[in-house]
């Protein structure tokens, strides 16, 4: 079957970093999503990572290693405002992307 | 502002009304999506079409109506619900192509509450 597996809450302090790691199995695999979503709102795309490596952007970088189905999403210098929950999303196969439950990021100051 | 646009934002609703809820994308995708989102559990996939042609159906019940008259709009057409309905329903898209995905655009969703 088609899982994802990733933290349900962390907490981390305004300033520093936080990894949020993410390990999935899925029918087939064309790449893994990071998405953010603000209580309330809709989940706004973050990274795309379909081979091994880092991939940076800004504060946030993406990691991906497809032989241990395994992926993180690193945040550094953190701001209140990325208090909110990160979603893993492989996509499958078929381009279908699978979600994980995704993770309650709470930062304090 | 993502480019997908969905109404209403917010729904309450009684067992045996009827209702719909609109979605529209303006960045030329190829495909929609309807997802259920419920309070801490995965985005649950509803219904996929692509090119306008259903492609999904995830077990959905018979209750919830999709219609796609174009690439742009997407309805979600809404009867007999049950309170465990009662969630945050959104609207995606994206441009799909021979070579693979890409990043799904959602709309703000419609929190739909039913009594």
């Known amino acids: 079957g088609q899982n994802i597996d990733q933290p349900t809450e962390m907490t981390a302090t305004e300033g520093a970093i936080v990894q949020i790691n993410c390990t999935y199995q899925t029918s087939g695999f064309n790449g893994l999503f990071w998405y953010q979503q603000h209580a309330g709102e809709a989940p706004t795309f973050l990274s795309y990572n379909v081979l091994d490596g880092l991939e940076e952007k800004g504060r946030f970088s993406s990691f991906l290693s497809r032989s241990k189905g395994y992926s993180y999403l690193l945040l550094k210098e953190l701001q209140m405002k990325d208090s909110a929950s990160y979603l893993c999303?492989?996509?499958?196969?078929?381009?279908?992307?699978?979600w994980g439950a995704g993770t309650k990021l709470i930062i304090k100051p | 502002e993502t480019g997908v646009t969905q109404t209403p934002r917010h729904l309450v609703m009684g067992m045996t009304n009827k209702k719909s809820l609109k979605c529209e994308q303006h960045l030329g995708h190829n495909a929609m999506y309807w997802y259920k989102q419920s309070a801490k559990k995965p985005l649950e996939l509803m219904f996929v079409y692509n090119f306008k042609e259903q492609t999904e159906n995830n077990s959905v019940p018979s209750r919830f109506s999709p219609e796609c008259p174009n690439s742009s709009h997407l309805f979600l057409h809404l009867h007999t619900l049950q309170p465990e309905d009662s969630a945050l329903y959104l609207c995606?898209?994206?441009?799909?192509?021979?070579?693979?995905?890409?990043?799904?655009?959602f709309g703000p969703g419609t929190r739909l509450t039913v009594t």
């Open positions: 999303a492989p996509m499958d196969s078929n381009y279908q992307l699978i």
């Open positions: 995606a898209s994206s441009q799909v192509e021979r070579e693979g995905g890409y990043e799904q655009y």
